[in-house]
């Protein structure tokens, strides 16, 4: 199939199309933008550079993928997003450019991305991430492959979220979320192991029983963050999810959600 593009779209000679895209009704793409194989903007999507999309992603109507950051340091300088493949961005989604020249927005593989969801400027977004409607990360916030943002839940700035984490529906997050666990609540508290999802995932019951004790040390034993790290090591090194989780911990700069 040849690319094709409705007679209305409004497209900047900047543009580079790949093979078999498809530019639906009134989508405007603006600047150094690179749309690559098969995407699939469906209707009223305004995709602004500089922006670098890979392949098969589908975009739906009224998304905003690159545009500038609402950063008020942003001075107007040509910054960056660039989108991976096999992304689904639906109605009203919006994703930022970086805020400095130096730095820039990143969107892993095979993302999706539900109505109103918003990534901010300088924001890194792992693969095969979730984020529920309403769903908003603020600026340079890390969100590892795997997690799932639950709808409505607000990021706070420089905030990580781990890997197979889970976010409940309306949690605000000020700290960073340690990878494998639910986090939940105005303010948000860790509620154990996101069991259900690791089991979908293939995680076998000797991890998840790693994990399990490792929540009960960092939120059940009454000890401090580094006391329970060093406890956990100690009694569960053996254990790759556990190593991970150590050093995420031990990583942090906001420190994790107690």
Do not use: W
């Not at 660039?82 to 130096?102: L, P, Y």
């Not at 790290?229 to 190593?243: D, K, L």
Request: glycine share 10%; net charge negative.
């Amino acid at each position: 199939m040849a690319t094709a593009i409705h007679p209305t779209a409004i497209i900047d000679s900047q543009v580079s199309l790949g093979e078999e895209v498809i530019v639906g009704p009134y989508c405007v793409i603006q600047g150094a933008v690179t749309v690559g194989d098969r995407c699939h903007l469906k209707s009223h999507v305004v995709l602004q550079g500089p922006l670098v999309m890979g392949p098969d992603n589908v975009v739906y109507p009224f998304a905003v993928i690159g545009e500038q950051t609402q950063d008020l340091k942003y001075v107007g300088e040509p910054t960056r997003l660039e989108v991976g493949a096999r992304n689904c961005f639906r109605e009203h989604v919006s994703v930022h450019r970086s805020t400095a020249v130096d730095g820039k927005t990143i969107v892993g593989n095979d993302g999706n991305f539900l109505a109103y969801s918003h990534i901010a400027h300088d924001c890194v977004v792992g693969d095969h991430v979730i984020f529920s409607n309403n769903g908003t990360l603020a600026g340079h916030v890390h969100v590892d492959n795997h997690a799932i943002i639950g709808g409505l839940t607000a990021v706070h700035q420089f905030c990580r979220i781990g890997q197979h984490a889970i976010t409940g529906g309306c949690t605000k997050i000020v700290q960073d979320v340690p990878p494998f666990m639910i986090a939940d609540g105005n303010p948000a508290e860790v509620r154990g192991i996101n069991k259900v999802g690791l089991e979908r995932r293939g995680f076998d019951s000797d991890a998840l029983r790693a994990l399990r004790e490792c929540y009960k040390l960092l939120y059940r034993e009454g000890l401090n963050t580094k006391q329970a790290v060093a406890m956990i090591q100690e009694r569960y090194a053996e254990h790759a999810v556990v190593e991970h989780l150590c050093s995420f911990v031990a990583s942090s700069e906001r420190g994790i959600i107690r």
